[in-house]
């Protein structure tokens, strides 16, 4: 069994060392670039979810991952901007609106706002969780360990609120043949 201690000694000391860190390679310069340009979007949608929904949880949520996307940002290009690597073009942001001027053609229910950021949440901890995977610095898998654990702290929160609402899509259960009945 890997000694965790020993692993945690390891990263904080390859972080203190006076060596001259190695530069990005392509596929983490690939993840933080493709990472940033989705966030970019993901907060767009967020902005968009503020705009279209009447429910104060739902509105609490994405003001909550508003938040969380734009810290991701500043943080992720600050990070870019000292390694030298350029950023990708980035959406602007939407401004508010209210939610009674959207025609009903186009207006997205709370279950379908909830579920597609639910989604968005999803693909972002797999990202994360890939990245970290591909990371060769310890710099580099930290940030994507931070990146991850918002993630799934926010995942909680919104699966708690489309379950509380009925809106998580669950398939059905499955019962083994000669399974007791319940």
């Not at 390859?14 to 993840?31: A, Q, R, T, W, Y």
């Amino acid at each position: 069994m890997p000694d965790v201690l020993e692993a945690v000694k390891n990263v904080l000391q390859s972080l203190v060392d006076d060596e001259p860190k190695s530069p990005l390679h392509v596929g983490e310069v690939m993840s933080f670039w493709s990472f940033l340009s989705d966030i970019a979007e993901e907060l767009v949608h967020s902005e968009a979810g503020i705009n279209s929904t009447f429910d104060p949880e739902l509105r609490k949520a994405f003001h909550a991952s508003v938040k969380m996307f734009k810290s991701q940002i500043e943080r992720l290009t600050a990070f870019m901007h000292s390694e030298g690597v350029p950023l990708p073009p980035l959406n602007e942001s939407k401004p508010v609106s209210d939610p009674n001027h959207i025609p009903l053609g186009v207006k997205l229910t709370e279950d379908e706002l909830a579920n597609s950021l639910g989604i968005k949440i999803y693909l972002g901890i797999t990202v994360c969780a890939a990245a970290i995977n591909e990371s060769i610095r310890n710099d580099v898998g930290l940030i994507w360990l931070e990146f991850l654990q918002e993630y799934m702290t926010f995942g909680v929160t919104i699966k708690t609120l489309m379950k509380k609402r009925g809106w998580l899509k669950v398939p059905p259960y499955y019962y083994p043949p000669g399974s007791p009945s319940l």
